[in-house]
């Protein structure tokens, strides 16, 4: 049973912009935390953003201030959007409650290269 799907990676130059989704059950989304994460080529998957029911957005240091987390309500998704892309923001792309308590998705593949 598919509970997260992610979509809206893909292929950008440095300093570009992308939008992810991730769209969600209405009993998970409604009650959990949502958050991104990513995980680089060779390296472990690692926590991104995240924010809470009402909303309230948290970032991990380095996209803070270039990315944007935000839910909306009545489509059940969480999105991400990316501005200011850069080189080391390649990986593949996660969603999932805080603390990532659902099985994962398939994620979205983010490449950002000249």
């Known amino acids: 049973q598919v509970q997260l799907v992610e979509s809206g990676g893909g292929l950008v130059q440095p300093g570009g912009s992308l939008r992810l989704s991730c769209s969600a059950a209405k009993t998970i989304f409604s009650v959990n935390t949502m958050a991104w994460y990513r995980q680089p080529p060779g390296k472990q998957r690692e926590w991104v953003a995240a924010a809470t029911v009402g909303g309230f957005p948290t970032y991990t240091q380095s996209v803070r201030g270039r990315f944007t987390i935000s839910r909306d309500i009545a489509r059940n998704t969480v999105y991400l959007q990316m501005n200011s892309l850069k080189a080391e923001d390649t990986a593949v792309y996660y969603c999932?409650?805080?603390?990532?308590?659902?099985?994962w998705g398939q994620g979205t593949q983010v490449t950002v290269s000249s």
């Open positions: 999932n409650t805080q603390f990532a308590k659902l099985p």
